[in-house]
């Protein structure tokens, strides 16, 4: 029998590609395939060091730096547990995710290394490392003094590779416990259905604390064997200069609507490039549009989650439809289900539900929770809205979450968002719903201005009034000069809801 660990997988291509690039920092040196390997060995010796086991965590609150990545890479290899967590989180969110997670490793910034030590003090953990370039004590220095030769550790398929917490709107965030299978999985049908090909060079300006840029973007691109020109973060004008000398680049909506904005950003930037995706927020089919008329490209958009990694990809070849998330992956089915359960039909409104070798095993210490999120027969249960097409498209139209029930009628943000997106002078809108003393639930819109538009609350209301039903016309509407969005552009509905919570009941 094989060895199930993702970082045996990884290491057969990583010993393929031999002295090819497979870090281009930016600035900074290009850093081979075979010089990876040997990083990997010695961080991941280093844990042992450190008393790090099979099956322990290591809780990561770092910066994006290549050093990050060897230590992913590496606790993979030794066969732990690999936790990022979101370098915006406070000392009080990290002391949560510590004391439910109980890693053996803690691995953090040199700012935050005097809390970090205190929390590990409280809550048992056996070590706490920071990831600067030097010092003494830092994770680095260790790795450097350890051999370049280390055997991968045996894990199963179901062995956990990975613990990332989501944020849900209430109650406590939830540990995803991600298997190697997952992850393999995943991994594979992405390069075949993306079309990875000898010579792809990845651009990669996505944080690595989520799904997106650590699961996605790195591992397709080490599967292949790519280069993969790194930056610290998103800048629309490095990203326009770079663009040239990649062959595909993954982000998030702002990443594409911000290149828009440069005058500079048209077909000539992009004509190497033979795939833009874009995920881990919902992208208007105006961006979609306005993208693919500026530089000849279309945009593919896919959907997935912490909970699943990629479920649904538009394809590579074939009808890249804006506003749609297209089709399952390989080896995963998707249905829509109704409250109770039962399985809808083309074009119904309803919870995607989806199965697969993609689906985490459940919740961390939550068994209650990961029962409640999984249906008998093994379909996990997204919480989002969405219906699908005779031919099995998807479209995703809000969170069941979102769903707003203002007179015992239903409303999908969506639906009013994209109404509200239409109209003149209009930037971008998130559609909530507030308590109301007669309805339940109120309707209310908080949109952008475009520059030099002037939006009246009025007039808006007049607007969507003879487009929408007058259930789904919001009562009122806020302009705001941005909409509230996390690391990865999701807008931020609790916080909006929280702002206007009280508007109608006081």
Known sequence: MGNANLYSLLEERFEAAGDRVAFRPVPGDPVSYADLRAEVARYANALETEGVKPGDRVTVQVEKSLENVLLYLATLKMGAVYQPLNTAYTAAEVDYFISDAKPSLVVCDPARIEALQHMAATHGVGSVHTMAPSGAGTLKDLAEGQSAVHETAQRAPDDLAGLLYTSGTTGRSKGAMITHDNLSSNALALHRIWHFEPGDVLLHALPIFHVHGLYVALNTAFLNGSEIIWLQKFDAGQVLSLLPEATVMMGVPTFYTRLLALEAFGAEACRTIRLFVSGSAPMLAETHVEFEERTGSRILERYGMTEAGMITSNPYDGERRAGTVGY??????VRIAGDDGSILGPGEIGVLEAKGPNIFSGYWQ?????????????YFITGDMAQMEADGRVTIVGRAKDLIISG????YPKEVESEL???????????IGVPHPDFGEGVVAIVTANEGAGVQEAEVIGALSDRLAKFKVPKRVFVHDNLPRNAMGKVQKAELRSQYNALFTT
């Open 328 to 333: 399952a992956l390989p080896d995963v089915t």
């Open 366 to 378: 939550m068994p209650e929770k990961t029962a409640e999120e999984f249906r008998p027969d093994g």
């Open 421 to 431: 997106d239409e109209l003149a002078g209009i930037g971008e809108s998130a559609v």
């Open 408 to 411: 015992g009628f239903n409303v």
